[in-house]
């Protein structure tokens, strides 16, 4: 049931997105300037929609000075530093502070739905979540592996996959913390003689496309796989397939490896206590991703203060004006 609903909700934006990436994405490969001045404007707004959503998820949890600290901190932190692992440390490092800072606070135990009996069980058995869980991890160390040994050698679809299933098993806090890492992924070359695997241009066309489209942002990941696959003359379809595969599964197997563990570990004051600083943390990483994208864009628009321009009043229509983020990418 789970992965029958998860499907009607993800499928149409991937479809979207598939087909976007593969019929406009090798177009944007060398643009023209109509056409990078469109993809500026497009990028603007759309880094303006991800700064409503971090500026609407700070409000929202950093409630205090300690929780207000560790979101500068994962800001500063990950503003200097863009190695992967180092944001899952900052969010542990933050539930770590709220943990002893808020040792004496109380929490009540939460009466769950699982509690009252309503609910005969959660999924998996706990074995089962546990086989779920240990295979995520394996897997990811099976890639890691053979991408470190196999280097630039590896068939590139499953260097594609390897890419993003690391970053879908390390990034957490959503869909806006993973952009500024698929960024760099991205368009960073693999070997001195080799193209990037995406142009900028083409990565901010699809940003601005996934946040006008139903469904998560994750789905960014079938257009990027459409145009990687095309820029490396293998069918669109087929990397986005893919890379979307990619993204997604480690996400599934922790839902489907945590969730029968879920009614016991939600009541655990300890749970209670680390969960402020673990969000905080993932909003400071949201903060970061729009700083750099914001950064970076104005660096590859032909008219960066139009884009800056563009980007306030995006952000005015869509934050404060409530103008629905499809118009206001438009």
Request: proline letters at 5%.
């Amino acid at each position: 049931g789970g992965l029958l609903s998860g499907g009607m909700f993800l499928h149409p934006g991937f479809i979207i997105m598939s087909i976007l990436g593969g019929t406009t994405g090798g177009a944007l490969g060398d643009p023209s300037p109509i056409v990078k001045a469109l993809v500026a404007g497009f990028t603007a707004v759309a880094i303006a929609l991800v700064a409503g959503a971090a500026l609407g998820l700070g409000k929202k949890i950093c409630t205090d000075k300690v929780l207000i600290c560790i979101n500068t901190v994962a800001i500063f932190v990950t503003s200097y530093y863009t190695a992967s692992w180092i944001m899952p440390t900052l969010m542990l490092l933050g539930g770590a502070v709220t943990v002893v800072v808020y040792r004496k606070k109380p929490f009540e135990a939460e009466k769950s739905e699982e509690d009252s009996g309503d609910v005969a069980s959660l999924g998996l058995s706990m074995r089962g979540g546990g086989i779920v869980l240990s295979s995520w991890v394996c897997l990811l160390l099976v890639l890691l592996l053979v991408a470190r040994i196999s280097g630039a050698g590896l068939w590139q679809p499953m260097q594609w996959f390897q890419v993003f299933y690391t970053a879908g098993s390390l990034i957490f806090g959503g869909g806006q913390v993973l952009l500024p890492l698929l960024l760099d992924q991205m368009t960073k070359k693999t070997c001195a003689d080799c193209n990037p695997w995406v142009t900028e241009d083409q990565f901010f066309a699809g940003l601005a496309a996934a946040q006008s489209m139903p469904g998560p942002l994750f789905n960014f990941s079938a257009y990027l796989g459409a145009v990687i696959a095309h820029n490396a003359s293998f069918e669109p379809f087929f990397g986005s397939i893919v890379c979307w595969i990619g993204l997604f599964a480690p996400g599934i197997m922790l839902i489907f490896g945590i969730l029968p563990f879920w009614g016991w570990f939600r009541t655990k004051k300890l749970y209670k206590r680390a969960l402020p600083g673990v969000n905080a943390a993932a909003v400071g990483l949201i903060f970061t991703a729009v700083f750099r994208m914001t950064f970076k864009a104005r660096e590859q628009s032909p008219f960066p203060n139009a884009s800056t321009s563009i980007g306030v009043l995006g952000f005015t229509a869509v934050q404060f004006l409530r103008v629905p983020a499809p118009a206001a990418v438009v």
